[in-house]
């Protein structure tokens, strides 16, 4: 069974059109230097609550929830995720799933199984930053790039997502990014917010002006782009 690091009980924001729970899981290989959610990168399981307690809070809540986000950490990298997806989707659940899209094979079994309604996929940056913005000093992206093919198949519900740091990000990622990207059915840039969890201190958000304008760079490649986080 597994461990869950922590249960955000009601979002209206982190699944579109839906009444969800959060659901965080521990672990990553990304060390992404913007992350909000730090301390589970490396958070022992034993610190998180049992998957029955989870199964039984969805229980009572059937009927005033109608969806589950399952975010990390990466959550791919649990290899008994697919379990808690089957348990979660048995009680009607429809289930959103948050990737960096590093374990390709991973979400097409997942997709393919029908235990995922939607999917996000984080997109940290063009591929020349990709290394840096994730926080690692090497990176094959290929496994990336066969997650974006992937969804931009239309296989399952999806959004592209990048977290925009003033630091991080300019005019010539998002120009990258439109191509990369094109023909994605949604992709939204989202504005990063400094807090005290964040691995790399010293960052910034970027202006509204700033992110409007990124936006307006990527959309004739990717009709559409919404802002998040102003």
């Not at 990048?162 to 991080?168: N, W």
């Not at 504005?191 to 004739?220: I, K, M, N, Y």
Request: proline share 6%.
């Amino acid at each position: 069974m597994m461990q869950i690091q922590g249960l955000q009980k009601l979002t209206l924001l982190d699944y579109p059109g839906r009444t969800a729970c959060t659901v965080f899981l521990s672990g990553c290989n990304f060390r992404c230097p913007f992350c909000h959610n730090a301390p589970l990168l490396t958070a022992a399981d034993e610190d998180g609550m049992d998957e029955g307690e989870l199964l039984a809070f969805l229980k009572k809540r059937q009927g005033l929830l109608d969806g589950v986000a399952v975010t990390g950490g990466e959550p791919l990298l649990r290899p008994e995720l697919p379990a808690l997806l089957e348990k979660i989707k048995a009680l009607g659940y429809a289930i959103k799933l948050d990737t960096n899209g590093a374990f390709p094979e991973q979400l097409k079994a997942v997709v393919c199984a029908g235990l995922a309604d939607y999917v996000a996929m984080d997109i940290k940056n063009s591929p020349a930053r990709y290394a840096e913005t994730a926080g690692t000093a090497e990176l094959d992206l290929a496994p990336i790039d066969k997650s974006v093919s992937f969804l931009l198949r239309g296989t399952v519900d999806y959004e592209f997502r990048t977290t925009a740091v003033a630091e991080l990000h300019d005019d010539a990622s998002f120009l990258k990014l439109g191509d990369w990207l094109a023909g994605a059915k949604r992709y939204y840039i989202q504005c990063f917010q400094p807090c005290e969890t964040v691995l790399r201190t010293g960052l910034h958000a970027p202006s509204d002006a700033q992110l409007h304008h990124w936006a307006e760079l990527v959309r004739p490649k990717i009709p559409t782009v919404c802002v998040r986080g102003i």
